[in-house]
């Protein structure tokens, strides 16, 4: 066997040719650097250099100063305006109005303090108190008198009254007209009352209040002409039912001129005039009482209340026809 060659790792086999560069392609030659020289430094121009690097810390450290003593300057402003405010603020608070002070005719009714929970205005006190009024006597009421209101300041502890007692005292002391009715008996008024339903309520307690048999079938007419007119009534003016029905009840009395008719007795026409035989012939002085003739006339004073009411009850046996209450 023949022994073979043992070769070093990095050598070149003896049959292998170098490896020629590309005619076409340049060669690179390479370029060295200059090498930095070593300056030498002075140590004198080190020490100007550090002078200078002072002396721009110096400047700096001026600058900052200035605009930290700016800011302050700001600071001090602002907080200036800041305490300013709050200043007015608190003055503002102190002084703003909480209370309201109402009159009527320059006559001071109340105080009352304004609420949070409710805008209270001079509008608003009389609109409610106008909704009292109209809720209590069923109808719309007009004011007459002059209502005010000033804003003033309370102090704490100071009295002051409610909203309800002020629209109590307010209602109580204020002049109104309400839109009522009036009874009207032969053209004249005789019972003006808050509204229409109450008129009507009292002219049938008055029928009914002459009414002697419950059982009996009832009805009731008035002899006089009777009227119920709509109109503005002022409430110093204003009745209630009971005294509206005792002004209808109440005599009046009133010169009339009697026709004598067929069946009529002297007595007879004293007592339906309500007059007495003496006063009858006194104002008739020269008529004799035991002869009267029909169409004879004699002068009479008639006493009658305002409004006369003739009845009707009716029962299984008879019918009974009564004016006044008097069985005619």
Not at 73 to 78: K, L, Q, Y
């Amino acid at each position: 066997m023949e022994r073979r060659e043992r070769r070093r790792p990095h050598a070149r086999p003896q049959n292998r040719q170098p490896m020629r560069r590309p005619q076409n392609r340049p060669v690179q030659k390479r370029i060295q650097k200059p090498r930095k020289k070593r300056i030498r430094r002075d140590y004198t121009l080190l020490l100007l250099e550090f002078f200078a690097r002072v002396g721009r810390g110096i400047k700096m450290g001026y600058r900052r100063a200035r605009k930290i003593r700016h800011f302050r300057t700001i600071s001090a402003f602002v907080a200036i305006i800041l305490v300013v405010l709050s200043a007015a603020i608190a003055i503002y608070a102190a002084m703003r109005p909480n209370a309201l002070e109402v009159y009527i005719d320059d006559v001071k009714i109340g105080v009352v303090r304004l609420d949070s929970s409710r805008e209270i205005t001079l509008d608003y006190i009389i609109r409610h108190a106008a909704a009292r009024l109209e809720s209590q006597l069923g109808s719309h009421v007009q004011f007459s008198g002059q209502i005010e209101a000033n804003a003033v300041r309370l102090s704490v502890g100071t009295p002051s009254l409610t909203f309800d007692n002020l629209i109590s005292g307010l209602v109580d002391a204020l002049d109104y007209s309400v839109y009522g009715a009036v009874i009207v008996v032969n053209g004249v008024e005789i019972a003006p009352l808050s509204s229409i339903f109450i008129a009507e309520s009292t002219l049938n307690d008055f029928g009914h209040s002459f009414r002697v048999n419950i059982a009996a079938g009832f009805i009731y007419e008035f002899l006089e002409e009777v009227s119920i007119v709509r109109r503005y009534v002022y409430n110093v003016e204003l009745m209630t039912i009971s005294e509206a029905m005792n002004a209808l009840a109440t005599p009046q009395t009133t010169p009339e001129v009697y026709i004598v008719q067929r069946g009529d007795t002297f007595s007879h026409i004293a007592l339906n005039m309500g007059m007495t035989m003496a006063a009858l012939s006194a104002r008739n002085p020269t008529v004799n009482p035991d002869w009267l003739e029909i169409g004879q006339a004699l002068y009479v004073l008639r006493t009658a209340p305002v409004l006369n009411v003739r009845t009707v009850e009716t029962t299984e046996n008879e019918v009974i026809t009564r004016v006044n209450g008097v069985v005619r």
